[in-house]
Protein backbone atom coordinates (compact mmCIF):
# COMPACT_ATOMS: atom_id res chain seq x y z
CA UNK A 1 0.00 0.00 0.00
CA UNK A 2 2.73 2.32 -0.63
CA UNK A 3 1.68 6.06 -2.38
CA UNK A 4 2.94 7.34 -5.75
CA UNK A 5 1.40 10.73 -5.40
CA UNK A 6 3.92 12.14 -7.51
CA UNK A 7 3.08 15.69 -6.04
CA UNK A 8 5.75 18.00 -4.44
CA UNK A 9 2.63 20.18 -3.28
CA UNK A 10 0.88 19.47 0.24
CA UNK A 11 -1.58 16.36 0.19
CA UNK A 12 -4.26 15.34 2.72
CA UNK A 13 -4.78 11.59 3.09
CA UNK A 14 -8.81 10.68 3.63
CA UNK A 15 -9.26 6.89 4.59
CA UNK A 16 -12.78 5.96 5.39
CA UNK A 17 -12.73 2.33 7.45
CA UNK A 18 -15.43 0.10 8.09
CA UNK A 19 -15.81 -2.18 11.82
CA UNK A 20 -18.73 -4.07 13.15
CA UNK A 21 -19.90 -2.03 16.28
CA UNK A 22 -18.57 -4.40 18.87
CA UNK A 23 -14.82 -4.19 17.62
CA UNK A 24 -14.68 -0.32 17.12
CA UNK A 25 -12.95 0.28 20.34
CA UNK A 26 -10.39 -2.44 19.72
CA UNK A 27 -10.10 -0.85 15.95
CA UNK A 28 -8.97 2.83 17.96
CA UNK A 29 -6.01 1.26 19.31
CA UNK A 30 -4.68 -0.92 17.31
CA UNK A 31 -5.09 2.20 14.54
CA UNK A 32 -3.39 4.43 16.93
CA UNK A 33 -0.01 2.43 16.68
CA UNK A 34 -0.06 2.85 12.93
CA UNK A 35 -0.51 6.47 13.09
CA UNK A 36 2.11 7.23 15.48
CA UNK A 37 4.45 5.35 13.55
CA UNK A 38 3.68 7.85 10.42
CA UNK A 39 3.29 10.96 12.88
CA UNK A 40 7.36 10.35 13.40
CA UNK A 41 7.68 10.55 9.36
CA UNK A 42 9.10 13.56 7.97
CA UNK A 43 6.63 15.86 6.05
CA UNK A 44 4.04 14.57 8.53
CA UNK A 45 1.82 18.06 10.11
CA UNK A 46 -0.91 16.25 11.67
CA UNK A 47 -3.85 13.52 11.65
CA UNK A 48 -7.21 12.99 13.07
CA UNK A 49 -9.62 10.17 13.67
CA UNK A 50 -13.27 10.88 13.15
CA UNK A 51 -15.92 8.64 14.41
CA UNK A 52 -20.15 9.79 13.36
CA UNK A 53 -22.03 10.69 16.37
CA UNK A 54 -24.79 7.61 16.07
CA UNK A 55 -23.62 4.24 14.61
CA UNK A 56 -25.47 2.21 12.28
CA UNK A 57 -24.63 -1.73 12.66
CA UNK A 58 -21.21 -0.90 11.07
CA UNK A 59 -18.80 1.45 13.37
CA UNK A 60 -17.53 3.82 10.63
CA UNK A 61 -14.39 5.95 10.95
CA UNK A 62 -12.49 8.75 8.83
CA UNK A 63 -9.40 9.06 8.97
CA UNK A 64 -7.61 12.77 7.19
CA UNK A 65 -4.01 13.15 7.58
CA UNK A 66 -2.52 15.91 6.29
CA UNK A 67 1.55 15.60 4.75
CA UNK A 68 3.62 18.58 3.37
CA UNK A 69 4.21 17.12 -0.06
CA UNK A 70 3.39 14.27 -1.76
CA UNK A 71 6.87 13.26 -1.74
CA UNK A 72 6.91 13.17 1.66
CA UNK A 73 4.17 10.61 2.07
CA UNK A 74 5.44 9.10 -0.91
CA UNK A 75 8.43 8.37 0.84
CA UNK A 76 6.38 7.73 4.13
CA UNK A 77 5.10 4.76 2.95
CA UNK A 78 7.81 2.97 2.26
CA UNK A 79 8.44 2.56 6.17
CA UNK A 80 8.90 -0.82 6.77
CA UNK A 81 7.52 -0.61 10.48
CA UNK A 82 4.51 0.75 9.40
CA UNK A 83 3.95 -1.87 6.42
CA UNK A 84 4.15 -4.18 9.46
CA UNK A 85 1.83 -2.47 11.60
CA UNK A 86 -0.43 -1.78 8.75
CA UNK A 87 -0.21 -5.83 7.98
CA UNK A 88 -1.09 -6.44 11.83
CA UNK A 89 -3.79 -4.56 11.38
CA UNK A 90 -5.40 -6.17 8.71
CA UNK A 91 -4.76 -9.59 9.50
CA UNK A 92 -5.36 -9.40 13.35
CA UNK A 93 -8.48 -12.25 13.55
CA UNK A 94 -10.08 -9.96 16.16
CA UNK A 95 -10.88 -6.80 13.90
CA UNK A 96 -13.12 -7.14 10.64
CA UNK A 97 -11.84 -4.02 8.64
CA UNK A 98 -12.53 -2.52 5.31
CA UNK A 99 -10.90 0.42 4.17
CA UNK A 100 -10.56 2.70 1.20
CA UNK A 101 -7.89 4.98 1.05
CA UNK A 102 -6.79 8.12 -1.29
CA UNK A 103 -4.57 10.92 -1.49
CA UNK A 104 -6.13 14.46 -2.06
CA UNK A 105 -5.05 17.80 -2.95
CA UNK A 106 -6.82 20.78 -1.67
CA UNK A 107 -8.81 22.84 -5.01
CA UNK A 108 -10.69 25.23 -3.28
CA UNK A 109 -10.19 26.31 -0.07
CA UNK A 110 -12.14 28.90 2.32
CA UNK A 111 -11.66 31.08 5.33
CA UNK A 112 -14.08 33.31 7.65
CA UNK A 113 -14.02 36.88 5.83
Not at 84 to 96: E, I, K, N, W, Y
Amino acid sequence: MESKTGVDGPVTVIKSYTVPVDEADYFVEVYQENARIMSTQPGFLRSRLHRPLADAPEARFVHIAEWTSGTALDKATGNPEWHASLRRMFDDPGLHITSEPASYRVVVELHPS
